[in-house]
């Protein structure tokens, strides 16, 4: 059985935790020892004393944690000051993104630990647990977002927002999530291209207007649109760069692109990631949202619904009864690339 380790999140302006106390109890009571770093609840509201209460360890630093703890359950990947922390004998479970950074994949490499990432693991449906608890969240927040720095950029004694013409450019989990909250904040045109097109038309009875990805379509929906969210992923693979500078051109002034796939690399080629203090990048006339932890603007929730998702595989893990779900997350492994879509993308 492989202890658990807890550290508190160093990326900067993260607060969700990956487990909550009530998780940690479950774990403890299975017999399964918890470290968790001091403080690395604070910023979802959980604190050390409720962790003590469900059986944890405490540790004052996250050497400690690294030191005392074989399975390291996280919510972001790694940075570069863990790195070093990282050793032979770990098993990092939590988001990694690696086709977002090549300096990430090769330090894994150099670590020879067991690397599975929350966003390639894959129950026998198909589907994405983990990755869709906080898609949903991220489709919620990027729609909250727009809204609120469309406001910013526009004179209030004449704006009405729900005129801001929405487009949603891939309807997996964070697209659906985005316009169904679009729909509730009361926006009047919510416009869904995907290439997929079986997949969206039925939406139509729902209000939206569908349409299928082609070039044509998509250069007239952003010609007009306020507000695009940009939310396609692929198993692992690196974001297709599938808004062109050209396309970025022809949007209307003080228009906000939101692009959700900026953890695997970004849509656009102006997409860098940024920060929740310091989030846009402009270009030309459009503001570009590329934040690669949107669900942490709601710490406290987001950390339930993540280690919620994520507890069952935890037990898993830590009794070292990884099954296929658990195996198709494991992309890094004794210094060797296993995941084919990370293979195609170095």
């Not at 770990?90 to 993104?97: A, Q």
């Not at 950029?153 to 999530?177: R, S």
């Not at 500078?245 to 228009?255: E, R």
């Amino acid at each position: 059985m492989f202890s658990v380790g807890i550290p508190k999140e160093v990326k900067a302006n993260e607060y969700r935790v990956s487990m909550t106390p009530n998780d940690v109890s479950t774990l403890v009571k299975e017999g399964i020892c918890v470290y968790v770093q001091m403080d690395a609840g604070i910023g979802a509201n959980f604190t050390n004393k409720e962790y003590v209460d469900a059986g944890a360890v405490i540790c004052r630093t996250i050497e400690e944690v690294y030191k005392y703890a074989t399975l390291i359950v996280k919510v972001k990947e790694p940075q570069p000051l863990e790195y070093k922390l990282i050793k032979e004998n770990h098993i990092v479970f939590t988001f990694f993104h690696f086709a977002g950074s090549p300096s990430l994949v090769q330090a894994m490499i150099d670590s020879k630990a067991t690397c599975i990432a929350y966003e390639t693991l894959r129950d026998s449906d198909g589907r994405f647990p983990i990755l869709a608890e906080m898609s949903m969240i991220a489709g919620e927040q990027s729609i909250l977002e727009a809204k609120k720095f469309r406001f910013s950029f526009m004179n209030h004694d004449y704006y009405d927002y729900t005129n801001d013409e929405v487009t949603i450019i891939g309807v997996g989990n964070v697209g659906k999530a985005a316009a169904y909250k679009a729909k509730e904040l009361n926006y009047k045109t919510i416009n869904l291209i995907d290439k997929d097109f079986e997949k969206i038309k039925d939406l139509e009875k729902d209000g939206f207007c569908v349409h299928e990805m082609n070039n044509y379509n998509l250069s007239k929906l952003l010609m007009r649109s306020d507000i695009a969210i940009g939310s396609i992923y692929v198993d692992g693979e690196k974001a297709k760069k599938l808004i062109i500078n050209d396309l970025l051109v022809i949007m209307p002034k003080d228009s906000i692109f939101m692009d959700v796939a900026i953890d695997q690399g970004g849509m656009t080629d102006k997409s860098k990631p940024t920060t929740i203090t310091n989030p846009l990048i402009k270009y030309h006339n459009t503001y570009i949202y590329c934040v690669p932890n949107i669900p942490s603007s709601v710490p406290n929730k987001a950390s339930i619904n993540l280690s919620k998702v994520i507890t069952p595989y935890v037990i898993k893990i830590a009794n070292d009864e990884r099954n296929d779900d658990i195996n198709k997350g494991i992309n890094i492994n004794n210094g060797k690339i296993i995941h084919p879509s990370l293979i195609k993308d170095i």
